[in-house]
């Protein structure tokens, strides 16, 4: 890893993918924090001695608490044909959470209708009728077990606002460290245990099959399951 940058899990003249860390911004907002696009902007103007602005698309998002797989365009051409793939749904993302309590089956699709609350920068679930509420769907599985916490995989079959956070809270099973929807207290450094842990695509310009996956956070939990399941 280069010093001060994420780790690197892809690069090529089209794309470049990142193991996000869970204090890493995507793109700015009122913290005026440095984004994690301008850091990549940067490392890419280092490593191949740029002149000039360097262009980096951004085609999809993580939540700042959330590590794993973060996609960047370095094209203009990747990047439209990524936010197509995107909106088209034919790229699989799979994501890790690690929750309190265990849920009430060892697989299970969970559906909800979720709104957005702009105030407070949060989603709730409400009735299906609600012309606001937005069809949300995710399958679980249960992979793992501790004596305190179960690690779920998790497939999004659409992609709302928070969609993971609020569905898990949903049947009383909130993400460790996730105070915003119920876990009742913070992780040290401010992390939650939600983690985009694979993406699987045909790459949008040279079209051979990619399966980028990414090391879970350097943490005890997290190292728990890698070591007694063999995760990493």
Same mark, same amino acid.
């Given at each position: 890893m280069l010093q001060g940058y994420p780790? =690197? =899990?892809?690069?090529?003249?089209?794309?470049?993918?990142?193991?996000?860390?869970?204090?890493?911004?995507?793109?700015?907002d009122k913290t005026r924090d440095v984004p994690l696009v301008d850091l990549m902007k940067q490392y890419l103007k280092d490593?191949?001695?740029?002149?000039?602005?360097?262009?980096?698309?951004?085609?999809?998002?993580?939540?700042r608490p959330t590590s794993g797989v973060l996609m960047f365009a370095k094209t203009s051409k990747a990047l439209s044909r990524l936010n197509l793939m995107f909106r088209e749904r034919e790229?699989?993302?799979t994501y890790w959470a690690v929750v309190k309590a265990t849920p009430p089956q060892k697989r299970?699709?969970?559906?909800?209708?979720?709104?957005? =609350?702009?105030?407070?920068?949060?989603?709730?679930?409400?009735?299906?009728g609600n012309a606001d509420?937005?069809?949300?769907?995710?399958?679980?599985?249960?992979?793992?077990?501790?004596?305190?916490?179960?690690?779920?995989?998790?497939?999004?079959?659409?992609?709302?606002?928070?969609?993971?956070?609020?569905q898990l809270s949903k049947i009383k099973c909130p993400i460790k460290g996730d105070v915003k929807y119920g876990f009742k207290r913070t992780n040290e450094n401010a992390s939650i245990h939600l983690h985009a842990r694979k993406l699987e695509l045909i790459h949008p310009v040279t079209k051979e099959e990619?399966?980028?996956?990414?090391?879970?956070?350097?943490?005890?939990?997290?190292?728990?399951?890698?070591?007694?399941v063999g995760l990493r």
């Open positions: 780790d =690197i =899990i892809f690069e090529d003249n089209h794309l470049l993918i990142v193991n996000k860390r869970s204090s890493d911004i995507v793109q700015g490593k191949y001695n740029k002149p000039g602005n360097v262009y980096l698309g951004v085609p999809h998002r993580l939540d790229i699989q993302k299970d699709t969970l559906i909800n209708y979720l709104t957005k =609350i702009e105030s407070s920068n949060k989603s709730i679930a409400v009735s299906k509420g937005k069809y949300s769907e995710l399958n679980y599985d249960i992979i793992a077990k501790s004596d305190n916490y179960s690690l779920l995989e998790i497939l999004p079959k659409t992609g709302r606002h928070h969609q993971i956070r609020v990619l399966i980028i996956v990414a090391p879970t956070p350097n943490d005890s939990l997290w190292n728990y399951f890698e070591k007694t």
